[in-house]
């Protein structure tokens, strides 16, 4: 009798662990992996020219993002700690590295070695000590304000608030880059450190014949061509907004 009770509580003890660990992977992030189209090079947007002579009005095209049923934009990756060095300031250069990549796309430069990616990170933290007088937890505006000045991309870059999803693949098929800032935490990336980051930058490159947007997440080195689901971002979405992340505004900036 007493072996049959073991026996039947090592059994109970097994399924316990068992859904417990089911339980857990259930639940744990998933990397999505699917097909990634051939990365396009940036294009300066050309003036449309006007006719002289418009007989009927031409109808409006809003859906700009359903022209392309898939985009990928050539936007070269940098980890934010080129040399795998996770201490300050490396922790808090995912806005500077946001900035170097979306930069580095628009003017058609390549990041080709971790040495040169961390002196342009540390010169873009040098600016921002200078115009700012700090350089951790910039906001939207402030990001897009050293993409201005400090990259001279002054008609390039535009702010906009409650954006949604197709706003964002708009501007991709107008082969412009997207940083959104982002509650970190809420991203759920499986390859960030336990528990993520508080707050967070990242580059929107494109999005895949799902739907689903491809990124250069420079929170990890296995962050280029990171795919996250459209309600992922769309949900992450929040402005520093002095620490208090998940209730920051939703705002991302369009570069191109």
Request: with cysteine.
């Amino acid at each position: 009798m007493k072996k049959i009770w073991l026996n039947l509580i090592i059994f109970v003890a097994v399924l316990v662990v068992g859904a417990f660990f089911v339980f857990l992977y259930a639940r744990s992030p998933k990397v999505i992996e699917e097909p990634i189209p051939s990365a396009q090079v940036y294009s300066s947007p050309k003036p449309t020219p006007t006719p002289k002579v418009s007989p009927q009005k031409p109808e409006l095209i809003t859906d700009v993002g359903s022209i392309y049923s898939e985009i990928n934009l050539a936007v070269p990756f940098t980890v934010q700690a080129p040399h795998a060095n996770w201490e300050d300031p490396y922790a808090e250069f995912c806005e500077e590295a946001s900035i170097l990549m979306a930069a580095s796309y628009i003017k058609g430069w390549d990041i080709p070695n971790p040495d040169f990616a961390d002196q342009k990170l540390l010169e873009i933290k040098a600016f921002e000590e200078k115009v700012f007088g700090y350089y951790k937890d910039t906001t939207a505006a402030e990001t897009a304000l050293v993409l201005k000045e400090f990259y001279g991309l002054e008609e390039r870059v535009q702010l906009m608030a409650n954006p949604t999803e197709e706003d964002i693949k708009k501007a991709l098929a107008e082969r412009r880059v997207v940083i959104i800032p982002a509650a970190g935490r809420q991203l759920g990336n499986p390859y960030f450190q336990t528990p993520g980051p508080l707050y967070h930058m990242l580059v929107i490159k494109g999005y895949t014949k799902q739907g689903n947007f491809i990124t250069n997440d420079p929170g990890t080195k296995r962050g280029a061509d990171f795919i996250y689901a459209p309600d992922v971002i769309m949900n992450a979405i929040h402005d520093w907004n002095g620490g208090d992340v998940e209730n920051g505004i939703k705002v991302i900036i369009i570069v191109g």
